[in-house]
């Protein structure tokens, strides 16, 4: 049994980790954590700062082997991935959430339960993002999307469906759409900022509208053993009344099909443009 109250100054989840490899989390924090109860039932109270943000979690864990379990709420403040990942792959973001966490399991076969999270305004790779929620589910080799429907400065993500977890379940699939009212929100991806090197002008971007929608279903599963059937991707974008500089197009559609996503991908497209006008 542990009654333990304690100030972290500071704990290292690094060395943490190598106790619990599953665990992705890296870095020193520090602050108060509370723990009461056995290993496979213990309630922990912690509110963890460091260098990726502020932490808080309220709840109970069973970190007693071969299955674990985590039942309570996760809130954070600031939090930066990629500084907690220590993973220089992952985005830097400023993130501003409350999850609700029901979850256990070893692993993909067993794992079950549900998670449900409140985005609050926060900033991914420099966009900002308005808020949004995310309701998942896991149980019988699958995970499922009950809610996904985050909105920022690109456009509105929704999507609801289920994927496999193990190669047993792979007929599920998962739509999803997103919607851009103008390519100006896409800016920093499509037409990053240029330098009029001729007049010496500031740097101007070019010009850009008109409204996209894309629309993808994934179907299959998320394992990928050489057994494993995989998984598939159909997308297919349409744009209207789009301006790029000094170039218009009425109407666009692409359509784009990828195979054995996971692994050895296989990408086949389609275009067709309506009414194109490029401008000098």
């Known amino acids: 049994t542990y009654d333990v109250a304690l100030e972290a100054q500071p704990l290292s989840l690094t060395t943490l980790a190598r106790s619990y490899p599953a665990m992705p989390f890296r870095g020193v924090v520090t602050g108060p954590i509370r723990a ?27 970190t007693f082997e071969p299955s674990y ?62 808020g949004g929620a995310v309701q998942l589910a896991a149980g019988d080799g699958r995970l499922r999307v009950d809610t996904l429907d985050v909105e920022g400065t690109p456009g509105r993500l929704r999507g609801r469906g289920a994927l496999g977890l193990t190669a047993a379940v792979a007929t599920d699939s998962l739509r999803l759409t997103f919607d851009v009212d103008s390519l100006g929100g896409l800016r920093r ?22 409204g996209v929608r894309v629309s993808a279903t994934l179907v299959g599963t998320l394992d990928t053993a050489r057994t ?25 559609t692409v359509q ?23 401008g000098g």
Do not use: K
């Open 69 to 130: 379990a985590a039942h309570g709420t996760l809130s954070a403040e600031r939090l930066d991935l990629r500084a907690l990942l220590d993973d220089a792959r992952a985005p830097q973001t400023t993130l501003a959430f409350t999850s609700r966490v029901d979850m256990r399991g070893s692993g993909p076969t067993d794992l079950a339960g549900a998670l449900g999270l409140s985005l609050a305004r926060s900033v991914v790779d420099g966009t900002r993002v308005f």
């Open 189 to 210: 991806w499509i037409a990053p900022v240029r330098s009029d090197v001729a007049d010496g002008d500031a740097a101007r971007p070019d010009s850009l509208d008109g």
């Open 256 to 278: 784009v099909g990828v195979a054995d996503a996971l692994r050895s991908a296989v990408v086949q497209g389609t275009a067709a443009l309506d009414s194109v006008v490029a």
């Open 228 to 252: 494993s059937p995989g998984l598939t991707v159909r997308a297919r974008l349409d744009g209207e009344e789009l301006v790029y500089g000094a170039t218009r197009v009425r109407a666009a």
């Open 36 to 62: 009461v109860g056995h290993a496979d039932s213990l309630r922990v109270d912690a509110t963890l700062d460091g260098a990726a943000g502020r932490m808080r979690w309220e709840g109970f864990v069973d």
